[in-house]
């Protein structure tokens, strides 16, 4: 078996991966504005499996509180109605033909607050992950340390780097947070 070998970037790499995977969950939580991004994790069945919404049909912004969702194939408009129905989105398709109108509704207080207790969930899980990534680079490192394949020193000044990245990578995770919460609560 070839001994571990420490490298930064790729546990930059996987860091990064962590971060966007959160973008792209908090882009999904509802503002009160409407946008293509809240209906992209939707997944219709359609032919025989399942597909993400924007490969069945276009997703447009008309106005600010408006989502129109133009369905190509005919046959397949009850089954974005359905998706978008089970999403747990709450909101409810207006069906004219092969376009969905989606009103977005406003946001009370109560659903604000959900909103962002479901953001801290988000961020916290990509924190998480972030750790796991720390913790097997420093993995790495202490194995590389004890086979005396690198000095006590590089495995020091290495594992300072491991963890100043890692810090990083939380500050960037707790500035999104930041924003998503500000973007939510704001009437």
């Known amino acids: 078996m070839a001994s571990p070998t420490h490298d930064l970037n790729e546990l930059k790499r996987r860091m990064q991966v962590a971060i966007q995977l959160l973008k792209q969950e908090m882009s999904g939580l509802r503002t009160g504005r409407a946008s293509s991004a809240l209906l992209e994790p939707i997944q219709v069945e359609a032919y025989g499996s399942y597909m993400p919404l924007n490969q069945v049909a276009t997703i447009s912004v008309p106005e600010p509180r408006l989502l129109s969702v133009q369905v190509w194939d005919k046959s397949m408009v009850h089954a974005v109605e359905k998706a978008i129905s089970a999403s747990n989105l709450g909101l409810t398709p207006s069906t004219e033909g092969q376009v969905l109108r989606l009103r977005i509704p406003e946001l009370n207080e109560d659903r ?10 988000y961020a916290e899980a990509a924190r998480v992950a972030v750790r796991h990534v720390r913790r097997d680079g420093l993995d790495v490192l202490k194995k590389l340390e004890k086979d005396h394949q690198i000095s006590e020193d590089d495995g020091k000044r290495s594992s300072d780097q491991v963890q100043k990245t890692c ?20 009437v």
């Open 167 to 186: 810090d990083e990578a939380i500050a960037d995770i707790d500035k999104m947070l930041a924003s998503k919460e500000k973007e939510i609560l704001t």
């Open 112 to 121: 604000r607050k959900e909103l962002v207790k479901v953001a801290h969930k």
